[in-house]
């Protein structure tokens, strides 16, 4: 039987620009949106269909986390992969159901221990957990001596040299199930093997893996925070850039060649938690910035500068799942995306929802509320615009909806109240 809400008296937020309409209203249809903009447009005659007054209340698209870990246990970041395979799945239940519940209704993965990802993705999609529809990443892809090749990260990481035992492990993770083939082009400062500046792969490494999996319908992620590595990104056909902390007018230049097709992750809080907390992880702050954190934080800010002259779409999102940076506290990007990046509210908001939108799906399903699109929607208690730091408050989600389904304070006490559906029965 079909089944619709039209929730009337909205503050609405489509996600197609910065507007704002007073008098709002969205009609939902089964999974998908029927009718999203001024209320005065649309007379409703059918008696049957159910209306829900919000007074007010915000309403907004679901979110996209776009650099997700969900495999991730809030732990110190250098022992992530100390799981087993069953714990690494209880820890992704568990994650699933805390993104969700943060108003996050994609998600984008950026890597997962053991083939965690892929299982999660399908209990979701089938209804039997709650959490956010997933493009699912296998382990990190990366060559001998890279950031991968670290020994710390047990069940997270797969090495291979060479362009056809490349193209064999994106072939591996094809078989296992991915969505997104997930790759470290250059490295990190806490790794003393590889730099945030040194690269990893040749040339002909990055085209093989890109080209391996774009002929199987995958897409590639990469971590790439110098310029040279972005550049190889942008050479070689990389769908996803995460971090792009220290580019140059060159590299600049070539995300602007390709901004139709490829997304950026600027997102910082990585950076932000180690500085921050270093001597909870057993490290001195003399340490981190001598590894170049306060420095690669201080040319992220010009680096999304220079792209946001350029128009270039960026994701929010960015390794949360660590103790310095916990599940939970995926919103925390939008203020930094306002307050360290100058993004207003409102581009913050849709780097969160219009633009992770479009690169979690391709197909064009998510992201702004318009006719035909899944019923992805946030109904919040205050205006995000006046304050973007009320998105931290799962408190503040009267409703989160997914496809149409109703899910309700995900965070207190595991008690989500869900219309429409049994899932509460399997879940909890
Ligand atoms: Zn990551």
Not at 17 to 24: C, H, R, Y
Not at 187 to 209: I, K, M, P, W, Y
Request: contains cysteine.
């Amino acid at each position: 039987m079909e089944n619709q809400t039209i929730f009337s008296g909205a503050t609405l937020f489509q996600g197609m620009d910065e507007s704002v309409i007073q008098n709002g209203m969205i009609w939902i249809q089964d999974d998908r949106i029927k009718y999203a903009g001024e209320a005065s447009n649309l007379e409703i005659d059918d008696q049957s269909v159910q209306r829900i007054d919000l007074g007010g209340k915000f309403v907004m698209p679901g979110m996209t986390e776009c650099h997700a870990h969900l495999s991730f246990t809030d732990a110190n970041p250098f022992q992530l992969g100390a799981q087993s395979p069953e714990e690494a799945m209880l820890t992704g239940i568990r994650n699933a159901r805390v993104m969700l519940g943060s108003g996050f209704t994609s998600a984008l993965s950026f890597g997962s221990i053991h083939k965690v990802d892929v299982a999660l993705r399908t209990a979701i999609n089938n209804a039997e957990i709650p959490g956010p529809r997933l493009a699912a990443a296998g382990r990190d892809l990366g060559v001998s001596g890279s950031t991968v090749d670290s020994g710390v990260f047990d069940g997270l990481e797969q090495i291979a040299d060479g362009p056809w035992e490349l193209r064999k492990a994106v072939r591996q993770q094809r078989r296992e199930g991915v969505d997104i083939v997930k790759i470290f082009i250059d490295g990190e400062g806490v790794c003393e093997h590889c730099t945030q500046h040194e690269l990893s792969f040749h040339d002909d490494e990055v085209v093989a893996v890109v080209d391996e999996a774009h002929r199987h319908g995958l897409r590639v992620a990469c971590h790439s925070r110098s310029a040279a590595g972005v550049k190889q990104a942008v050479r070689s056909g990389v769908d996803y850039i995460a971090h792009a902390n220290f580019l140059d007018e060159e590299a600049a230049d070539m995300l602007h060649e390709v901004k139709d097709s490829v997304f950026v992750g600027p997102g910082i809080i990585w950076e932000l938690g180690l500085i921050e907390h270093c001597e909870s992880l057993g490290l001195t702050s003399e340490w981190v910035r001598e590894r170049g954190y306060e420095e690669e934080v201080e040319a992220s800010i010009k680096s999304v500068q220079m792209m946001l002259e350029r128009d270039i779409r960026m994701m929010v999102g960015g390794d949360y799942g660590i103790s310095v940076a916990p599940h939970g506290t995926y919103a925390k990007d939008l203020e930094i995306f306002v307050d360290m990046f100058g993004m207003s509210p409102q581009k913050a908001l849709l780097c969160a929802t219009r633009d992770g939108g479009a690169a979690a799906d391709p197909n064009g399903n998510l992201g702004t509320l318009e006719a035909g699109k899944y019923a992805d929607i946030l109904i919040v208690d205050g205006n995000p615009i006046d304050d973007i730091k009320i998105m931290q408050d799962q408190s503040r989600f009267s409703a989160i909806i997914k496809g149409g389904t109703i899910y309700r304070k995900l965070m207190d006490d595991f008690d989500f109240t869900i219309q429409a559906s049994d899932i509460t029965a399997k879940c909890v």
